[in-house]
Structure formats: structure tokens, C-alpha cells
T-cell receptor, first 111, second 112 residues
Framework: QKEVEQNSGPLSVPEGAIASLNCTYS??????FFWYRQYSGKSPELIMSIYSNGDKEDGRFTAQLNKASQYVSLLIRDSQPSDSATYLC???????????FGQGTTLQVKP | DVKVTQSSRYLVKRTGEKVFLECVQD?????MFWYRQDPGLGLRLIYF???????EKGDIPEGYSVSREKKERFSLILESASTNQTSMYLCASSYQGGNGYTFGSGTRLTVV
């Protein structure tokens, strides 16, 4: 079992819809979780971090964490074509500064 | 904003050459990392460093070495470049608490 798993997609949604991206992780003691956005040919950019169970909202983005079920998700409301990118889920290895990344989910927002 | 600068955006080297990839960060971060990213394989950790002159192997250190003589600079060295080291190389840094990385813009290395 991979340590951080994401559906590679592509996930295709129409403009204005809600995009839902999911991630599961294997290490029960993980405490810190991150979502990165990566445009084609560019480096990953941190867009959300979440540390506690529940929801965290930032503009059109909402991160959701459920430690009991070991999943973290990212919702993008009112999706725009500019949101088309690969979204990487990352989990911090406890007591280290290292992040383990999922393979990423490619999101396509169609006008 | 934290800035992580990688010295080259694109690089073409010949098989057997010694290759240096440089990374500099300007926010006094303790942690620095080198990853490579390949289609279908995702981001794989090569080496990382928590402090000056300190280094630890990541998941795929074979064929690579690193140097961290100053806190702001972390160099990745390909001792003898091979075609299977053709890849996108990403440097990242973070504070000691490690709450999220900042990535550099990446170096796309082609070994011919």
C-alpha cells in the first residue's frame, strides 16, 4: 500500500462546478497535511494546510480532514479554467520535516 | 515571500559528466530538500538536510551526493551523469517545524 494515495484522474468538471479531490494516507500518527497545486511545467505551490479534524476554508478552497478514516480532501468551489492543474496531497512524516507526496490528481475545468 | 532559487531552468549534459545543481533560499530555513519528478512516479526524495554540513539520504540517493556548506545553499551533485537521471529536479526548503515546503522553480535536466 502506498503511503499517500490519490486518484490520478483526470477529473473533469464544468466551469462553476465544485471539484472534489481526495487523498488517503497510511500512517495513523500523521498530524500535518498539505495541498499543492502544480501547473504543467511549473513547480508545486502550497495552497492549503490542515492540522485538525474538520474543515478549513480559504477563499474558494476548502480542505477537509478526517484522521479516524485517514483521508484528506480538497474542495474547489466555482471552479475556473485557471484551476486546471495537478493537485498534490502531502503528509508530513511525524517528528521530521519530510513530506510524502501522493502522485497527484489532474483536474480539468472545462469552459 | 520566501524565495527558493535554482541556478538553471534547463540543463543539457553528456553521459559521464559531473553535474552540479544549485539551490539557494533567502528565508533562513533550516530544512532543505532535493526531489526529482518523473511522469507516473511522482515526487521522489533524493537527499535532505536539517542543518549546515548535515545530510540524510532520501528514497533514491544512488548516483547522487549533496553539499550544504552554508545554511542558505544546498547543492545536488550527479557524480557521473547517466541517461536515467534525465528528469525535473526540484529543490525545496522549510522551517524546522516543517509546516509545508516552498519549492524552487525546478531544473529540467537532460542527459544525452
Amino acid at each position: 500500500q502506498k503511503e499517500v494515495e490519490q486518484n490520478s484522474g483526470p477529473l473533469s468538471v464544468p466551469e462553476g462546478a465544485i471539484a472534489s479531490l481526495n487523498c488517503t494516507y497510511s500512517d495513523r500518527v500523521s498530524q500535518s497535511f498539505f495541498w499543492y497545486r502544480q501547473y504543467s511545467g511549473k513547480s508545486p505551490e502550497l495552497i492549503m494546510s490542515i492540522y485538525s479534524n474538520g474543515d478549513k476554508e480559504d477563499g474558494r478552497f476548502t480542505a477537509q480532514l478526517n484522521k479516524a478514516s485517514q483521508y484528506v480532501s480538497l474542495l474547489i468551489r466555482d471552479s475556473q479554467p485557471s484551476d486546471s492543474a495537478t493537485y498534490l496531497c502531502a503528509v508530513k512524516v511525524r517528528d521530521t520535516g519530510k513530506l510524502i507526496f501522493g502522485q497527484g490528481t489532474t483536474l480539468q475545468v472545462k469552459p | 515571500d520566501v524565495k527558493v532559487t535554482q541556478s538553471s531552468r534547463y540543463l543539457v549534459k553528456r553521459t559521464g559528466e559531473k553535474v552540479f545543481l544549485e539551490c539557494v533560499q533567502d528565508m533562513d530555513h533550516e530544512n532543505m530538500f532535493w526531489y526529482r519528478q518523473d511522469p507516473g512516479l511522482g515526487l521522489r526524495l533524493i537527499y535532505f538536510s536539517y542543518d549546515v554540513k548535515m545530510k540524510e539520504k532520501g528514497d533514491i540517493p544512488e548516483g547522487y551526493s549533496v553539499s550544504r556548506e552554508k545554511k542558505e545553499r544546498f547543492s545536488l551533485i550527479l557524480e557521473s551523469a547517466s541517461t536515467n537521471q534525465t528528469s525535473m529536479y526540484l529543490c525545496a526548503s522549510s522551517y524546522q517545524g516543517g509546516n509545508g515546503y516552498t519549492f524552487g522553480s525546478g531544473t529540467r535536466l537532460t542527459v544525452v
